[in-house]
């Protein structure tokens, strides 16, 4: 079981009706897609904080689990920050480039400013739904709001897998290390690659040997949810 579900399992409000949860979730990303920045900024503050305490994660924890997505968040909104033009009056901030500037503008920053907030209170929520409902909780929502089965067997089978590659995972690097594959740049770049090869092939025998064992059991293209 992975450390999410656990807490999903084990946090104060498990005995809270699934689909109340799932609609304060919804009416919390609505809100946080149309209001300003400070309300995101303290619905960011109020979810945060009600989240470490209803599945009591400890804050460092946390904190760890919020900077996983912020490579994804920064890139996006430098994109979005930086601009390159030939002149520099538009600019609040410039760097020369060549015959051009590359700088941020008024625009831009406050483009930028909303992205951030809006993305991060999101995201903020979006922790609070996962940590706070179990996955098949979650599935028996996507059933009853009627949710395309298609949809429902792919979510499903998606997270079946992240088990599956994960599972891998953890017995290959603990394979590597114990043999000092990490030991020096060149041998972790080595491992590196020895790891993604044979995560590829094991992955796929775990998967053909789950599409076997359906087919012993007489499966008919449908899981029973």
């Given at each position: ?195 993604i090869k044979i995560l590829f092939f094991q992955s796929f ?21």
């Open positions: 079981m992975l450390l999410i579900d656990k807490i999903a399992y084990e946090n104060r409000l498990i005995e809270l009706s699934p689909k109340i949860k799932s609609a304060f979730y919804l009416f919390l990303l609505i809100i946080c897609f149309l209001t300003t920045p400070m309300i995101q900024g303290i619905i960011s503050l109020i979810i945060g904080f009600a989240t470490i305490y209803v599945t009591k994660v400890k804050v460092t924890r946390y904190f760890k689990w919020l900077l996983i997505p912020a490579p994804f968040l920064a890139i996006s909104i430098l994109t979005i920050l930086f601009s390159i033009s030939s002149q520099s009056s538009a600019f609040i901030f410039k760097i020369p480039v060549f015959n051009n500037y590359l700088g941020i503008t008024s625009t831009s920053l406050t483009i930028g400013t909303k992205l951030f907030f809006r993305s991060f209170s999101c995201l903020i929520c979006t922790y609070f739904f996962i940590l706070t409902v179990p996955f098949h909780q979650i599935l028996v929502v996507m059933k009853q709001a009627r949710f395309p089965i298609l949809l429902i067997e792919l979510t499903m089978l998606m997270y079946r897998f992240i088990f599956i590659f994960a599972d891998e995972f953890l017995i290959i690097k603990r394979a590597q290390e114990m043999r000092f594959g990490y030991r020096g740049l060149k041998n972790s770049y080595h491992s590196l690659g020895l790891m025998d775990r998967f053909n040997k789950m599409i076997l064992s359906l087919e012993i059991k007489f499966f008919d293209g449908d899981f029973p949810l």
